[in-house]
């Protein structure tokens, strides 16, 4: 296991010090509302901090009792017993330590857009898309997390031939991150009279949502064009000119947003262009950084596949760390957590091997 910074622990320690003084000296409201984020994310870091050097402190004192020939028998026994358990607890924390103090994903605490489209399929691919985006949509309300969809396409028979939607919450991108890739189904479609199994997939891509200060979009760098509005079917049809497509000239980029508010389409498609680019800028950092190691799970291919999900054996298969959990009725229907915990472990975990060849 690689060795702990305590540099870096005494400076964390040091800061946090310094955030409670500063909240306790009363300051104006926006500075307390930036200094209580800091606070509430460095509070477990430092808890656990404390908590370990509590445990080696515990540990030096049995030590020093063992070596101590005026020790009693029965002080000497009873710190022979305590001595392996307090060791035991050192080791472990030392492993809790480790994540916890593993470089920051600077986006990893930022809400998210959620883009799903349907690929190879049809109209089986749509209603895979429409089951996607319900699957989210659940496992989002199990965390408090609001969804706003941004744009919907409808399939001719149901769900989705591309839907976008902002996923809002503390720590959203962190959990999402890993889900960006191609998804593909094996089932057998309700119009299926044979009972032959299909397969077809659907694209994800999961973007940080960035703000103003992330990403400077220059006025003179897009184009907006307004547009009459149109429904799947002729639902939902504006017969007003109130779509808008904003073209970003200097990378090729299209959005558009076909709600009843040109104003707040306007709105929707610059979140929608400023996160893309904020992606984009994110991505050429993440392969300059990756230029030289293996491939991590983390490495946001969107075209890679990267999950199956098997119907007709009930069971769903993530490529990428060879798991198979047999209970995609669960997933579906938003039941992510040990999927998604096991994709972040399995990413954490090539990050200590990198730190500790680079030790």
Do not use: C
């Not at 919450?169 to 960006?180: I, Y």
């Not at 947003?257 to 680019?277: F, G, P």
Request: aromatic letters at 4%.
């Amino acid at each position: 296991m690689a060795k702990l910074p305590v540099e870096k622990m005494r400076e964390l320690e040091r800061r946090f010090g310094e955030i409670e003084a500063r909240m306790s000296a009363g300051p104006a409201a926006d500075v307390y509302v930036k200094l209580a984020s800091e606070y509430s994310e460095l509070e477990p870091v430092v808890k656990k901090i404390r908590e370990y050097q509590a445990a080696i402190d515990e540990a030096d004192g049995l030590r020093a009792m063992l070596s101590d020939k005026a020790t009693d028998r029965d002080m000497r026994d009873l710190a022979e017993m305590e001595l392996p358990e307090i060791e035991s607890r050192i080791e472990a924390l030392e492993g809790e330590m480790q994540i916890l103090l593993l470089p920051k994903d600077a986006a990893d605490e930022k809400s998210a857009i959620l883009e799903i489209r349907a690929g190879t399929g049809g109209s089986e691919a749509a209603l895979f898309a429409g089951d996607l985006f319900r699957m989210y949509e659940r496992f989002a309300s199990t965390k408090g997390w609001k969804v706003e969809v941004l744009s919907a396409s409808e399939g001719e028979a149901g769900g989705y031939k591309e839907i976008i939607a902002t996923i809002s919450g503390r720590g959203v991108f962190s959990k999402l991150k890993f889900e960006s890739g191609v998804h593909r189904v094996q089932r057998v479609p309700e119009t299926e009279a044979s009972g032959r199994i299909h397969t077809s997939a659907a694209t994800v891509a999961v973007l940080p949502e960035a703000e103003d200060i992330d990403i400077e979009i220059k006025p003179e760098d897009i184009r907006i064009d307004t547009m009459r509005a149109s429904g799947a079917g002729g639902q939902h049809v504006n017969t007003t000119d109130s779509a808008v497509r904003i073209t970003h000239l200097p990378t090729g980029l299209i959005v558009t947003s076909s709600e009843k508010s040109q104003h707040q389409n306007r709105a929707k498609a610059m979140q929608v262009l400023r996160s893309r680019l904020y992606d984009i800028e994110r991505q050429k950092l993440d392969s300059e950084r990756s230029a030289n190691r293996k491939s991590q799970v983390g490495s946001g291919d969107r075209s890679e596949r990267i999950r199956t999900y098997n119907f007709p054996q009930g069971r769903v298969t993530d490529h990428r760390i060879n798991l198979t959990l047999y209970k995609l009725d669960r997933m579906i229907e938003g039941d992510l957590d040990e999927m998604l915990d096991a994709l972040i472990s399995d990413y954490q975990a090539g990050q200590l091997a990198q730190l500790g060849e680079n030790q």
